[in-house]
């Protein structure tokens, strides 16, 4: 079966810095493509940010690059995204997401398996 379990959000104010994970198991670690995703209230789920777990390679959105990290720890099969700088924009639901074969990688649905979601709040 598998799970991604994303935990870390929570509440900080501008500026401050959050680190989310996403623990993955019931998959080949070795061969995805691991996603990241947000939602804010009353707006489409964009993608912000994504890992390649064979070789380490990353991308990001625009609207995050240099303020948002990815990584991963494969002996844990556990990706991070290490958001600093953080803006009340950037307040929504962050998810990752899954799948072996995923072109372009900020399209959700190129990706089968997602976690539950983990909320990350921004105050001015």
């Known amino acids: 079966q598998v799970q991604l379990v994303e935990s870390g959000g929570g509440s900080v104010q501008a500026g401050g810095s959050l680190r989310l994970s996403c623990a993955a198991s019931?998959?080949?670690?070795?061969?995805?493509?691991m996603g990241w995703f947000r939602q804010a209230t009353g707006k489409e789920r964009e993608g912000v940010a994504a890992?390649?777990?064979?070789?380490?390679?990353?991308d990001y959105a625009d609207s995050v690059a240099g303020r948002l990290t990815v990584s991963q720890d494969n002996s844990e099969n556990t990706v991070y995204l290490e958001m600093n700088g953080l803006e009340p924009e950037d307040t929504a639901m962050y998810y990752c997401?899954?799948?072996?074969?995923?072109?372009?990688?900020?399209?959700?649905?190129?990706?089968?398996?997602w976690g539950q979601g983990t909320q990350v709040t921004v105050s001015s």
């Open positions: 890992i390649y777990t064979r070789d380490g390679l990353t």
């Open positions: 019931g998959l080949t670690y070795s061969s995805l493509c």
């Open positions: 997401a899954s799948d072996v074969w995923v072109d372009p990688w900020y399209e959700e649905s190129e990706y089968m398996y």
